[in-house]
């Protein structure tokens, strides 16, 4: 029998195939509640909540998988992971399309003062000279990170009739021209976007993309947005730059520390914001649960 705890809330109707099977037991509760038990797991299923840490795999000798149901596995100590020998998965695609749909209401929902007209109706304020918005036709949309959620993004910017502008230094000339985009370097990307929408990993070369140095860089009045992960745009940067009139807004999905505490970004009406809800459909849970419930199977039974 195989014993998979699954740690944070990951679609139960996705996970049917690994809770329904004969040779598993199928745990679903936080990691502290299993603390008593954690040497009995096999395979650990988990979102962003938990942090799985080398102390964590200490307490874990019999684990041979840990799956993240999304994308992003910076919550996971992936060195040590490989040096016990657990193997890391995750469900890249699942969400790809739920994400970059949020990213695109986020644009619109900006340019367009859309939360704060909404805050204001609410509060019995009929004021219509105040939300003047911006046209997205005609604008160039800079996205930084040409990977599944980029290039999902493009396709529907272009509905709008947006011209797209990527910088991605992965991105061969030749799936830059079959995708249709405009493939550039870093500068031409800063100089020339009226919005600029992160869509990378965070790394080393990453963290603070967008900080000091870069956004000074870009036109006066830029849109900036980050659906990917907290950091790519540097927090204390952009606060300054939104201050001194330079960034027009920003939209983020994501923050350096979540959930945010104390950020003075909050404080912003130039600033719109949702609690990581990017991947926060049914559609894309049940899809990457289903993928990672899968994948689980695939490896417990070798
Ligand atoms: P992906 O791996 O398909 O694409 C990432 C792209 O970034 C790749 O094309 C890669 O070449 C490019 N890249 C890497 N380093 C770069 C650099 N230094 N400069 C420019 N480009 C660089 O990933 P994805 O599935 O498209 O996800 C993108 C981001 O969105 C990730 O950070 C992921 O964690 C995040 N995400 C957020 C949510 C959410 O809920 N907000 C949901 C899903 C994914």
Redesign the pocket.
Known sequence: MYHVLVSDPISEEGLLPLINHDSVTCDQMPIEAAEQSLELYDALLIRSGTKVTDNLLKKMPNLKIIARA???V?NIDIEAATRRGVIVINA??G??I??AE?TIAMIASLVRNIPQATRSVKDGIWDRSRFTGMELNGKTLGI????????EISKRAKAFGIKVNV?????TKERGEKLGVASVS?NDLLESSDIIT??????K??KG?LGFDSIPRTKKGVWLIN???GG?IDEEALYHFIKTGHVAGAAL??FETEPPKKNKLLELDEVITTP?????TKEAQLNVAAQVADEVLDCLQG
């Open positions: 999304g994308v992003g910076d890249p695609d969400n790809t739920s994400t949020h930084i990170g040409m990977g599944r959620i980029g290039t910088y991605d230094p992965y991105l870093f992160v869509h990378t990993p965070l790394t070369e990453t993309l659906c990917a992960r790519i999905d994501v990581h809800i990017g991947a926060s």
